[in-house]
């Protein structure tokens, strides 16, 4: 499956009415700087995994104007068209005040509904004045769907946890849409759930969609006995849905992807190699004649980022043999750094790669090389051609795109070791990755020696098995599994 055909197939299904994607990120930023004006593409998997679905497709991708220059850009209706240098679909925008962003956006989004879903032992924060928020936040997408609708059939494609609500306020307007909702992150169990002050109106709304997706079955398994054990509804267990109102929700696993051949392409492009060049003068030519661990993440609590600077720590120490051989090279983009606990975790790692350093280095040779910063696309993956072991040690995570783009990225020299926490939706597809529990820091530091130990053709032989699994599973395989299901569903005829 590649875009035109995924392209055919939505075109097929959609017969003609709107396809609408909502989210609340958008996938171009207008920032204001000295020189004017300038485009951004955030460091997110979402916006990462949907962006070619919607450029095959076309249609209309609403979401909140987060750039400081957005309004100056947008025509009267709110709407840009995009990608900058080759427009393929609309992009409207919703604004929202700091005071909303703030409630919905850094409260209800990331201090409760993240933290909760990922059960890594950071607490949820309940504000009920944030959920007010939260709710009138939802509305406004809801309207903005509708506006975008018109009186036409749309399909309308749902993204994430910051948008449970819609989905309900958009079937209680408009019946007839058909709504699929995609949630990128785990579904906990229903013992973390419960703790939830407003659970029952969030599965309501979540219950207003036609299919309801997961990255992995289990997930589907989880929210299936929250529902049960939770909100007054029909939970049929032979067929996957689930009775709300007498309309149902199927509930599947859609494990996202990358655009492989993409990302295999670009990786040996012109571009790429002078981001390689860079890289390696910025941190000295010397680094190349080391085995090179890699991190590629958002600084998130959830990623395992201080964990893996300590189990590196513990293979130094374990093995003085390989101190000035190998190198730790952790590319770190700043997230979310109006809530504490990921100021937090700033300040820690910044503290601990001191530490380790100190600890190890010598005038030839610094163990850690921290690049904190938001790194342009061709950055990343010139790190991925530099990664002799790309590290992926989240404690929890939906599925983990790095680790896919590591091996696509592989494609033309199929070398390389994966290290995968057993905690990510990745992990279930590509099997032939190291598999590690990022909790364990002695386990995980024996495996990073083992990786540094692995002969080359093993690491082949595992290398080329996961490229052929990535190839054959692409996000637009992804994007075509979806549409397959909600062909399944729609009454002979198609939307209309
Ligand atoms: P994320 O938590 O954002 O995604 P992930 O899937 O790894 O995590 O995607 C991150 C994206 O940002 C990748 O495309 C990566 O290349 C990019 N990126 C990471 N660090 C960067 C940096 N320093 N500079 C520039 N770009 C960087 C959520 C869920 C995941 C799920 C995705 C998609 O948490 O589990 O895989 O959505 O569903």
Request: net charge negative; charged share 25%; glycine share 6%.
């Amino acid at each position: 499956m590649d875009a035109e055909a995924l392209g055919q197939l939505v075109s097929r299904i959609a017969e003609g009415s709107k396809f609408i994607l909502v989210s609340n990120r958008e996938p171009w930023l207008h920032e204001r700087d000295t020189m004017g004006i300038k485009v951004l593409r955030p460091a997110s998997g979402m916006v990462t995994a949907l962006e070619p679905i919607i450029r095959a497709t076309g249609g209309t991708w609403i979401a909140h104007g987060a750039g400081s220059a957005d309004r100056l850009v947008t025509d009267h209706k709110d709407r840009i068209e995009v990608p900058p240098e080759k427009p393929a679909y609309v992009l409207k925008r919703v604004w929202l005040s700091k005071k909303e962003e703030n409630g919905y956006y850094y409260g209800i989004s990331n201090q409760t509904l993240w933290p909760l879903c990922h059960i890594v032992y950071t607490r949820p924060r309940f504000s009920r004045e944030d959920w007010e928020i939260y709710r009138r936040v939802n509305q406004r997408f809801c309207d903005a769907v509708l506006e975008e609708a018109g009186s036409d059939p749309a399909i309308v494609f749902i993204q994430d946890y910051h948008l449970a609500l819609l989905p309900r306020m958009l079937r209680t307007a408009r019946p007839d849409l058909f709504l699929i909702h995609f949630w990128h992150i785990p579904w906990p169990n229903c013992e973390a759930f419960r703790i939830l002050p407003w659970g029952e109106e969030l599965l309501d709304g979540l219950l207003g969609n036609d299919i309801l997706g997961f990255h992995i079955q289990y997930h589907c398994n989880n929210f299936m006995d929250t529902v049960e054990r939770t909100i007054e509804s029909r939970v049929d267990y032979e067929q996957f849905r689930i009775f709300r109102g007498g309309r149902p929700t199927h509930i599947r696993s859609f494990p996202i992807s990358v655009d492989f051949h993409q990302i295999a392409n670009d990786s040996e492009s012109q571009r790429t190699r002078k981001s390689y060049d860079r890289i390696v003068k910025e941190l000295g030519e010397g680094v190349l004649g080391t085995t090179v661990y890699a991190g590629v993440d958002r600084i998130d609590y959830t990623k395992g980022i201080p964990e893996r600077v300590k189990a590196f720590d513990l293979m130094l120490k374990l093995h003085p043999e390989i101190h000035g051989k190998v190198t730790l090279l952790q590319l770190a983009a700043p997230s979310r750094t109006h809530i504490e606990d990921y100021r937090d975790i700033n300040d820690k790692l910044d503290d601990l790669v001191d530490e380790v350093n100190w600890r190890h280095q010598t005038e030839e040779w610094t163990p850690v090389r921290f690049l904190r910063g938001h790194h342009d696309y061709y950055t990343v993956l010139a790190s991925y051609k530099i990664a002799d072991i790309l590290l992926v040690t989240s404690l929890h995570d939906g599925m983990n795109l790095v680790a896919k783009e590591y091996v696509s990225a592989r494609k033309k020299n199929p070398d390389g070791v994966l290290l995968l926490s057993q905690y990510t939706g990745a992990s279930r597809d590509l099997q032939d990755a190291l598999l590690v529990n990022p909790y364990d820091i002695e386990q995980m530091a024996d495996m990073m020696y083992a990786s540094f130990c692995m002969d080359n053709s093993e690491r082949a032989e595992r290398m080329s098995r996961m490229i052929k699994q990535v190839r054959r599973n692409t996000v637009y395989d992804w994007g075509a599994k979806i549409m397959r299901e909600l062909e399944k569903i729609l009454p002979t005829g198609g939307v209309r």
